[in-house]
């Protein structure tokens, strides 16, 4: 028997009183769901839920945890949301911030006055590396990132050490040119190391997981669902021929040091709950203001603190936030218009392929609201 928490209780109960009429449509978001895990190649899981600043408005949860079994997927698994964590890393610095422990422009040399970094690098800000402008590049980093798996050390002291290597030589890119880089991340997360003086892992529960009340959040691959049973697996290989990855095995996630580029796991709940805060939703857990830093791009820039921005038509014109995140064993996709106050998102179980359908399913989700 699943046991089912008094939050997923109350959240289910809601949703069934204020789900919409539109979205009862047996053409519906329902519908659009069992669509999308028939497609060629889908995962063997998917969740998804619109979101608005009440709530949880819609959410669907369909397949299977593991390819191969018949456990159905539900709404207490816990889902990996790779990248999507950054934003998450993000808004944890901004709460440090908002408590006048740091700022966004202060220079990493001032944060690692005891590291010799490269003059290219002296007037460099976390919040150049929130928006990978910072000139650094993961062609040149990932693979040390990635052989951290075999590192004993402490995962606060390999963070300094790749501050040590990623800022001791010059840039690999372009100062204040957009590049994509997970090391960015794993660079803030060292600030926050740094600057809090406690380790980021303790950081992004203290500052968003629990204020938040994500109680199904996590790091690295979900053992269990958030009742404590067993949960979605991962999976990796082509759609033809997938396998389930055990969480338990090392290999299940990247290596602790990429947390805070991208190792949080949570319930459908959580993030619907984390998206919510980003489009308006009632909180006093950050400012107004904070929340609006952490979505605005800087001007002529296309990414935001953890976000990709751009204006939509189907939001009117305004900005949008968007964000994909993979381990390679699990996929999760969010798009949102923050000044329309609407929010989509899908979770899945089958790698990076998990976006053929996944990203259809959310146009799809998309259209279907808003026309």
């Known amino acids: 028997m699943v046991r089912l928490n008094r939050r997923a209780l109350v959240a289910a109960a809601a949703a069934a009183v204020a789900t919409p009429s539109w979205a009862r449509r047996s053409d519906g978001p329902d519908a659009a769901l069992e669509a999308a895990l028939a497609t060629p190649g889908a995962p063997p899981a998917m969740a998804a839920g619109i979101v608005t600043p009440g709530g949880l408005e819609w959410s669907g949860v369909r397949g299977v945890r593991r390819v191969g079994a018949d456990e159905a997927a539900t709404s207490q698994d816990r889902w990996h949301i790779g ?61 040390l990132l990635m052989a951290a798996r075999a590192d004993a050390r402490p995962v606060v002291e390999q963070r300094a050490a790749v501050v040590r290597t990623a800022l001791g030589k010059p840039p690999t890119g372009t100062p204040g040119r957009f590049a994509y880089g997970n090391v960015n ?115 002529g820039q296309p990414y935001a603190r953890g976000w990709i921005t751009r204006p939509e038509t189907w939001a009117g014109g305004t900005t949008t936030i968007a964000h994909e995140g993979s381990n390679t064993l699990w996929h999760t996709i969010a798009v949102a218009a923050p000044d329309k106050g609407l929010g989509f998102f899908v979770l899945s179980n089958g790698g990076l392929e998990g976006r053929v359908a996944a990203v259809p399913l959310i146009q799809k989700l998309i259209v279907e609201r808003t026309t």
């Open 83 to 143: 990248s999507n964590t950054k934003a998450m890393t993000a808004a944890a610095y901004a709460r440090l911030v908002e408590r006048g422990l740091t700022d966004w422009t202060r220079p990493l040399a001032d944060v690692f006055s005891d590291v010799m970094i490269d003059p290219a690098f002296a007037a460099t800000t976390p919040d150049d590396l929130t928006r990978h402008i910072a000139g650094l590049t993961d062609p040149t980093t990932l693979p």
């Open 185 to 299: 991340y794993v660079l803030l997360g060292a600030v926050v190391d740094r600057i809090a003086r406690r380790p980021w892992e303790d950081v992004i529960r203290d500052e968003v997981f629990w204020p938040l009340g994500l109680s199904g959040a996590g790091l690295g691959a979900p053992l269990h669902d958030a009742s404590g049973l067993g949960n979605a697996w991962g999976h990796e290989g082509p759609p033809h021929a997938r396998v389930a990855v055990d969480p338990a095995t090392p290999w299940a996630d990247n290596p602790p040091l990429l947390g805070p580029a991208g190792t949080a796991h949570m319930t459908l709940y959580d993030y619907a709950r984390w998206l919510q805060v980003m489009i308006g939703g009632e909180q006093t857990w950050l400012s107004t203001e904070g929340v609006r830093g952490l979505i605005t791009p800087r001007e």
